[in-house]
């Protein structure tokens, strides 16, 4: 089954800082990989997505994305953070039989000093 | 038009009520989700449409009630709920319930259902 594990529950970093939050996924083949953002009390909102081609993923609102196959990981990266990047992130893998059921991480909450 | 639309945003229901969820897009999708969110956690599948037909169930309570009316509408139909079914409710479609037809997978804002 696949399954997808974002280490941190939470981020605080510093307006104009770099972001990287983790993700990492568990699946046979060559997953369909996803970030979604979400803000309090609002649906999700898709950054960016891998299926395959350029292991390097650019997404919305400056934000990228590197997928290695040989770590299992899909770490999402912005050089230089907003306040209004301020959110819960998360990562999600979709494959096997069920492509369209998406399987999300537990989520990061980002936090955003001025 | 990108965009997955749910209404109502919130709904208030009594644990006699029946309500309905509707969802609606207009992308030409042919494959529609519904998922709950509980507060603090991830979305949870519960139900995938392909083509206006029901392909997984997720073992959700019968109290919950899904209908595909048209390729363009998904309902979620309420019953005897009870208070821990509070939550978030998403709803989503794709291309198609297929490798490539997740290309365009789109989430809608929700509908926060308190149940009292």
């Known amino acids: 089954a696949q399954s997808v594990t974002q280490p941190d529950i939470h981020i605080t970093v510093s307006e104009g800082a770099s972001l990287e939050l983790r993700c990492n996924y568990s699946?046979?083949?060559?997953?369909?990989l996803f970030w979604y953002v979400q803000s309090p009390g609002q649906g999700l909102q898709l950054l960016l997505k891998?299926?395959?081609?350029?292991?390097l993923v650019q997404g919305i609102k400056g934000f990228e994305a590197e997928f290695k196959r040989s770590q299992s990981s899909f770490n999402l990266r912005k050089p230089s953070v907003h306040w209004s990047d301020a959110a819960e992130y998360f990562c999600?893998?979709?494959?096997?039989?069920?492509?369209?059921?998406?399987?999300f991480g537990q989520g990061t909450i980002l936090t955003v000093h001025p | 038009d990108t965009e997955v639309t749910q209404t109502p945003k919130h709904l208030v229901m009594g644990m006699t009520n029946k309500k309905s969820l509707k969802c609606e897009q207009h992308?030409?999708?042919?494959?529609m989700y519904w998922y709950k969110q509980k507060a603090k956690k991830p979305p949870e599948l519960m139900f995938v449409?392909?083509?206006?037909?029901?392909?997984i169930n997720e073992s959700v309570p019968s109290r919950f009630s899904p209908e595909c009316p048209n390729s363009s509408l998904l309902n979620l139909h309420l019953h005897a709920l009870q208070p821990e079914d509070s939550a978030l409710y998403l709803c989503?479609?794709?291309?198609?319930?297929?490798?490539?037809?997740?290309?365009?997978?789109?989430f809608g804002s929700g509908t926060r259902l308190t149940v009292v």
């Open positions: 989503a479609s794709s291309q198609a319930f297929s490798p490539r037809g997740i290309y365009g997978y789109t």
């Open positions: 891998y299926f395959s081609g350029d292991t």
């Open positions: 699946y046979g083949a060559t997953p369909y």
């Open positions: 999600a893998v979709a494959g096997g039989t069920s492509y369209g059921k998406l399987t």
């Open positions: 992308m030409g999708h042919r494959a």
């Open positions: 449409y392909s083509y206006e037909k029901l392909s």
